[in-house]
């Protein structure tokens, strides 16, 4: 049973902002590597910057790379274009072309001022392009702020790796959980007597289970139950319905009281956006009757001779969805051998790539043709999976077969 996504409070966005923002108070002061080979640009920009930077000289480009490649590396490079033996663009290409200098802001101080040079400028990887004569205002301003944007970015690159070991922690700790209630939802106590089970579980856990026991006066008793969603978060609601199934049908309640049980105790025990559809049989063998509950699920559908003779719709509300009146199962006389099919509805949604759904009913020609030919239940996957055809399925599916 699908639902809608539920964002958690603690979103990935609010841990990065908040990461971010704890360091809000980092000054944006740094180191600037001035790249020029006229000593009189030199020290006006030297005298420029030195009040609120470090700063470090070249006066050509393999000084400026190497002074660049040193640890630690500037915060942001001043490039002049016109120098001899290696111009700015060749200097800005081989700082791009180096992950340890890549990320390193350039501004292109210099006097060609056509279009094309401040494009080819750009398009080499520089964040900026002022042209010669400089304003002095300016030129403070422009490192001002491409150096907020340095700093901005790497607490940003921070923050993203603290996220990763977050994540890396929530999986880890994801897969211990999913290991638990896998276990768990296995229980020693499913008599698999007279049934044969079909599970295809989109995630590791499902939220889908299982049940089936006799009761005190020798009636076989099969449940199959579907929460909403799928994963680690439907299943968390097997162990409860587990336990009560088994200690109900151990005392040996009608299904009735049974039900009633289960709602109250899911409705008291989930979040109300979580419930479970769920539908379930009932034998008596000595009178061959057939007792039948079906609440929010697919038809429970019964074959004789590999053909439906009869489907159970649902009738009831699906338990821990709401507070409800008593609800009265229904009772059918059945033949030896006859059989019983519960879905959940994972089956019956499962759509084509032109959005059809599959539908009950292929699904009643699918069941029959499988136990007319005495199948194996993969059959069932397989061709569900040849509909669909694309990718992974969206829900999981789980069907029970009970021969009376």
């Not at 790796?161 to 209630?181: C, G, S, W």
């Not at 009932?282 to 001779?305: C, H, P, V, W, Y």
């Not at 993969?378 to 009970?402: C, K, M, P, T």
Request: charged fraction near 25%.
């Amino acid at each position: 049973m699908q639902e809608p996504w539920i964002v958690n409070k603690f979103s990935a966005s609010t841990i990065l902002i908040n990461l971010i923002s704890s360091d809000n108070d980092m000054d944006d002061s740094g180191t600037i590597l001035i790249v020029d080979d006229t000593p009189a640009n030199i020290d006006i920009l030297t005298e420029l910057l030195s009040d609120n930077y470090k700063t470090k000289i070249a006066t050509n480009g393999f000084k400026a790379l190497k002074l660049a490649a040193a640890t630690p590396s500037p915060d942001l490079i001043l490039l002049d274009i016109m120098m001899p033996e290696m111009d700015g663009y060749e200097v800005c290409r081989q700082l791009k072309s180096e992950e340890a200098t890549r990320g390193i802001p350039v501004i292109f101080l210099t006097a060609k001022a056509e279009v094309e040079d401040e494009t080819r400028g750009l398009a080499i990887g520089a964040v900026d392009y002022i042209t010669k004569p400089i304003s002095l205002p300016i030129v403070l301003e422009r490192v001002k702020t491409h150096l907020k944007l340095r700093n901005a970015n790497r607490r940003l690159s921070e923050a993203y790796k603290e996220l990763d070991k977050l994540n890396a922690v929530l999986v880890e700790e994801r897969d211990f959980i999913e290991t638990v209630v896998s276990k768990i939802q296995q229980s020693p106590l499913l008599d698999t007597s007279y049934l044969r089970i079909l599970e295809k579980p989109v995630d590791k856990t499902t939220g889908d289970i299982v049940c089936a026991a006799s009761c005190p006066n020798g009636a076989r008793r099969v449940m199959l139950g579907d929460f909403t969603g799928h994963g680690l978060t439907a299943a968390i609601g097997g162990p409860l319905v587990s336990e009560i199934f088994y200690s109900e049908t151990r005392t040996g309640v009608s299904i009735e009281v049974m039900f009633k049980t289960l709602n109250k105790r899911l409705l008291h025990a989930l979040p109300v956006e979580m419930f479970m559809a769920c539908s379930c049989i009932e034998l008596d063998a000595e009178k061959m009757q057939l007792t039948m509950f079906n609440a929010g699920m697919t038809s429970i559908l019964i074959l004789r001779d590999g053909k439906v003779i009869h489907k159970e719709q649902s009738n009831f509300a699906p338990r821990g969805l709401m507070d409800i009146p008593d609800d009265k199962s229904t009772t059918l006389s059945v033949q030896k051998n006859d059989r019983v099919v519960m879905c959940t509805d994972g089956l019956e949604e499962t759509t084509n790539p032109n959005g059809e759904m599959f539908g009950e009913e292929r699904f009643v020609q699918l069941i029959e043709q499988t136990l007319l030919k005495e199948r194996p239940l993969d059959f069932i996957i397989e061709a569900i999976q040849g509909y669909h055809q694309s990718g992974s399925l969206a829900d999981d599916i789980s069907l029970v077969e009970f021969t009376c």
